[in-house]
């Protein structure tokens, strides 16, 4: 069948979670989805999981390589993907179940080259959902869809958290425009997604929370920071040299600005 979704996951020791992120993948109400999950070099019981959801569901598609980060998990997956749309999510997460056919309704109503969404918070010890509404700065965003940056007074890079997990990328779009995750332990994330969205000409968002992004994992990516703490430094610096080559720096500076202080604080 045609695949209208392509689920990119990097995946790295998380037999705790996966379950539950792959439950909420697999009974998306879009069936016409594929799976791809990267495994990153697990060395817990992660990798015999995804076998066997590979093995119950077609859609699901298992990769392997050595460790070498989620981002270049992402990029190895996205070479696989064939969807019309492509996303990128994290495996420790879990979403709802309209999520992927909501956003690819939403993309082909507008032609969109990107789909924004809102997600809140789970927090895996209280086991409570709390509201995020960083993730999706609706107020700064204008309200005629699809828009691009040429819209939003230079703000549109603050609009959103640079996450890459409440957005759905136009598979062709992406080809396109050329633009790879980083290879950092973290922040690999900031350049593809903060470069994607100045470059798209059609932007589009469903005003839905539909991710629930999880905190308070003892071994996730966020509390490995200390060590490598100048990561997210060398990528703001790549997306500020590849938004003036494309001639759109001035244009977009201050949700830049924006953007950037809140990474460093």
Known sequence: CNVKVSVVMPVY???NYIEECLDSLISQTLKEIEIICVDDGSTDGTLNLLYKYEKSDTRVKVIQQQNQYAGVARNNGMKHAVGEYILFLDSDDFFER???EKMYNEAKRTEADLVLCGGQIFDDTTKETKPAP?????????????????????????????APWTKMFRNEFVEKSGIQFQPFQNSNDVYFTLTALAAAEKITCVEEDLV??????????????????????????????????????????????????????
């Open 13 to 15: 020791n998380v037999e």
């Open 134 to 162: 960083w993730f999706l700065k609706t107020k700064i965003l204008p309200k005629d869809l699809p828009f691009s940056y040429r819209d939003t007074d230079g703000q549109l890079l603050n609009a959103i958290s640079p």
């Open 98 to 100: 309209t999520m992927l």
């Open 212 to 265: 629930f992004y999880r905190v308070g994992a003892a071994e996730s990516l966020q509390g490995s920071k200390k060590f490598s703490p100048v990561c997210f430094l060398e990528a703001y610096c790549a997306v500020y040299e590849e938004l003036n080559r494309r001639g759109i720096y001035e244009e977009v500076e201050e949700g830049f600005l924006n953007v950037l202080l809140s990474g460093c604080a």
